[in-house]
């Protein structure tokens, strides 16, 4: 009997989480197939979801007569992949040195990071912006790299992370004549791949999404990001939705790209079987 209702549960687990990645996936495919679609098609408000003249115009057009697309694409990339190598960085550097080590002043920067973590991003957004202006920084990419740097949310992950983390392993690291930092970097980092999996997923797509940032201290086009070269096919009187589709879509590759890459370790979960027994 109880098994029978263990079945019954999971058939209903199943047939809501179907039903939610079907509704989570039907706005992607219909951007999928309105990227193939003529501007009067979208336009037009009718509810066919494939298009009655598939077109590979838009695609051209933002690749071939948008001579900045690919410039938007590179400092995106560039960005984000510089923001994520950073992030991960500090971010694990702080929150290992939190977790493990002693020093003055310890219990003050942590109960500050975790102040920070209630403050709004668009509350600093006035400060970055007169900071960056002060030293030089507005419309560049150190502007845009070096404030987004560091983030108290993941500073606090990787703590509680390092905090579960087997004092055993490092003991045995130090017995074998390691240094702190040789402990850190050849006993602690390895085991660390699905927290640093998880730290890499979320900041490249906050990165990568990122408009409030760009909209605030970039205003030279050749050094837009592409959600902020996105919003330029929207005027005044008309937006260019086959155009936004398309640009979308491409858009969307580099961070699938990395979801696919990194989620093999950020479900696999971590054992410490290695310091027991």
Request: proline share 5%.
């Amino acid at each position: 009997m109880d098994n029978q209702k263990i079945s019954i549960w999971k058939i209903l687990l199943y047939v809501l989480l179907t039903v939610y990645a079907v509704i989570t996936l039907i706005p992607f495919l219909w951007a999928l197939s309105a990227s193939f679609k003529t501007l009067a098609e979208i336009s037009s408000g009718e509810a066919n979801f494939l298009p009655k003249n598939f077109t590979l115009d838009n695609y051209k057009q933002i690749f071939f007569q948008q001579p900045l697309f690919f410039r938007w694409l590179f400092n995106s990339i560039f960005i984000a992949f510089s923001v994520t190598v950073l992030n991960l960085l500090f971010n694990t550097m702080a929150g290992y040195a939190l977790a493990r080590l002693n020093f003055a002043g310890k219990q003050f920067w942590f109960l500050l990071i975790l102040a920070v973590l209630a403050v709004p991003l668009q509350i600093t957004l006035i400060p970055t912006f007169l900071i960056l202006k002060a030293v030089g920084w507005l419309n560049s990419y150190q502007g845009m790299i070096v404030p987004s740097m560091v983030n108290a949310t993941f500073i606090f992950m990787m703590r509680q992370f390092f905090v579960n983390f087997p004092k055993e392993l490092e003991e045995a690291g130090a017995l074998d004549g390691l240094t702190q930092f040789g402990i850190f970097r050849r006993i602690v980092l390895p085991l660390a791949k699905p927290a640093l999996a998880a730290q890499t997923i979320f900041v490249f797509m906050g990165s990568w999404n990122n408009f409030l940032l760009p909209v605030v201290i970039l205003f030279n086009p050749e050094m837009f990001t592409l959600p902020l070269g996105l919003n330029t096919f929207k005027g005044q009187y008309i937006s260019y939705w086959n155009y936004i589709m398309a640009a979308s879509m491409v858009f969307t590759l580099p961070a699938l790209c990395i979801y696919a890459f990194f989620n093999r370790y950020f479900i696999q979960g971590v054992t410490f079987t290695g310091g027991k027994g």
